[in-house]
């Protein structure tokens, strides 16, 4: 906190400080006796997410793309939940992420193998409903819905179960 504000004193005084370190979560987790560390996968986990197999289907390359969602860019349910296509700078190969815990947009790279998913997902596979701007759909009933939090937290904890990871 006190080095977010030096940063806002120099702005103030006309120095010149980028925006995004503005954005920067500077503070520290405050964590207590009994809270237990965030999960991490394992290496081992790792590999076995590396050699799952996705169907060839419009599930299977959804699924495909919000899992790289998770391991590529470390983002929440929530902020996968949010993404719209409009969010995706494809030229300039970033994401811009507008539902955070933060409340600050925040623009992230994207690697190779996220954006080939992404790709493979919009062009051949994502449902053409321009009823919501949200990127990631799911059919329920033959209906077609934008994703939720929830239904994204499902897609994760499906992969993982077929995976064998806990």
């Excluded at 979560?25 to 009994?34: D, Y």
């Excluded at 059919?139 to 064998?164: Q, Y």
Aim: hydrophobic share 40%.
């Amino acid at each position: 906190t006190a080095i977010r504000r030096f940063f806002r004193f120099l702005r103030h005084n006309d120095e010149i400080v980028h925006p995004s370190v503005l954005n920067l979560p500077l503070s520290t987790p405050n964590w207590s006796k009994n809270s237990s560390l965030p999960v991490v996968l394992s290496a081992e986990d790792r590999i076995k997410l590396d050699a799952y197999e996705f169907p060839e289907s419009r599930t299977g390359y959804r699924d495909r793309a919000i899992l790289y969602c998770f391991t590529e860019l470390g983002l929440r349910c929530c902020e996968v939940a949010g993404l719209c296509l409009a969010d995706i700078k494809w030229n300039q190969g970033t994401i811009v992420i507008r539902k955070t815990k933060t409340r600050f947009a925040r623009e992230l790279p994207i690697s190779e193998k996220l954006g080939s998913a992404l790709e493979d997902y919009v062009i051949h596979n994502r449902p053409r409903d321009l009823g919501s701007p949200l990127f990631f759909k799911y059919s329920s009933a033959h209906i077609l819905l934008p994703a939720t939090t929830e239904s994204i937290r499902g897609v994760i904890r499906r992969i993982f179960a077929k995976t064998g990871i806990t």
